[in-house]
């Protein structure tokens, strides 16, 4: 009996240590390096002088296309490189791996949702796990219900193999319709919201983890000589009253951390840039513009570049007061 014991407890060692050298493997060998997310490979074909990153809010909001036609730019010259559901660290990461690519470029603009900061997005993010602390990933097993396995074994082994297949898999890849943004075409879908619940599901901590990679990011551009630009797309009336009566707790906190940690920062848009009476002809839905929002959104941005351009960092305020 003792010896199956033992061979049962050498066998779940065994799987355990497998499984965390594989994801530390896949991850600090591999997509650390060379992660490109569904690969944005095609950088390298174009000459781009604005980058957008982020995630849906800029994804659908901003189109790079009637950017420089307003501006009467080359093509190319402002690229997309967001995605839906897109972290801090995925954002950091995938701009390493294509920074050699971008020695036109002037500046970053980061599409800031401050839901993405909150402790609920770090402790469920399955693809960088392996790169928390063995303190943090305690923390996280004796804590948080949702994400002890993620921490016990450095994180999703599939996600981890997927993101390195999807990399490899992608070594060729064509630029896309308008430079890497998408359009949303139906109008306003309204339904009921509680705007508190994206941010962090009923816990309000702020994940500095995600900060710290938003930094990493905004020290890499600017050590290359880019201007680095939070960026706030609008959100529906509706949504921004919400988060103003509701969230005014978390928002202190969010730009209260991002101060502290982040330090100054040039911060360009806001929620209210869309006016009230074409909430209904500019969203799909209460956080996102459709296709006629998308063009509006991208010629007031196009006007507003230059003064954007000349943003002097500073630090944060309210969100809802931009």
């Known amino acids: 009996m003792k010896r199956i014991i033992k061979k049962v407890v050498i066998l779940a060692v065994g799987v355990f240590l497998s499984i965390n050298l594989l994801n530390s493997f896949f991850f600090h060998f591999l997509i650390k390096n060379v992660y490109s997310d569904g690969s944005y490979n095609w950088v390298d074909k174009v000459s781009p002088r604005i980058l957008i990153m982020g995630s849906s809010s800029v994804l659908y ?35 390493k791996s294509i920074e ?19 402790r609920h997005y770090f402790e469920t993010d399955n693809l960088f796990p392996a790169d928390w602390s063995l303190t943090e990933r305690c923390k996280i097993i004796r804590e948080d219900k949702d994400a002890k396995l993620l921490a016990f074994f450095g ?23 308008d430079f890497g943004a998408k359009v949303i075409k139906r109008k306003m879908t309204r339904q009921p919201f509680k705007v508190q619940e994206p941010f962090a599901y009923g816990k309000f901590d702020i994940s500095v983890e995600y900060i710290s990679y938003l930094k990493m990011l905004k020290e890499s551009a600017e050590k290359s000589g880019k201007k680095f630009i939070l960026y706030l797309a609008p959100a529906s009336y ?16 969010f730009y209260t951390a991002m101060n502290k940690y982040l330090g100054p920062v040039a911060l360009a848009g806001g929620f209210s840039q869309i006016p009230v009476e074409h909430e209904d002809s500019c969203f799909s839905d209460i956080h996102h513009l459709n296709e006629s929002g998308q063009k509006e959104l991208s010629i007031k941005f196009a006007h507003e570049l230059p003064g954007y351009m000349e943003l002097k960092p500073a630090f944060m305020h309210a969100l809802y007061a931009y």
């Open 238 to 253: 509706s949504w921004t009253s919400a988060y103003k009566d509701s969230c005014a707790y978390f928002d202190k906190e």
């Open 155 to 177: 994180g999703d082994l599939k996600t981890n193999a997927e993101a390195f297949f999807d990399n490899m898999g992608h070594r060729d890849a064509p630029v896309p319709p």
């Open 61 to 95: 909001g901003l189109s790079p296309g009637v950017i420089t036609q307003e501006l009467n730019l080359p093509e190319g010259s402002v690229v997309v490189l967001a995605k839906n559901g897109r972290t801090p660290a995925s954002n950091y990461f995938l701009y």
């Open 100 to 118: 050699k690519d971008l020695d036109k470029a002037e500046a970053i603009f980061y599409g800031l949702d401050p839901h993405f900061f909150s």
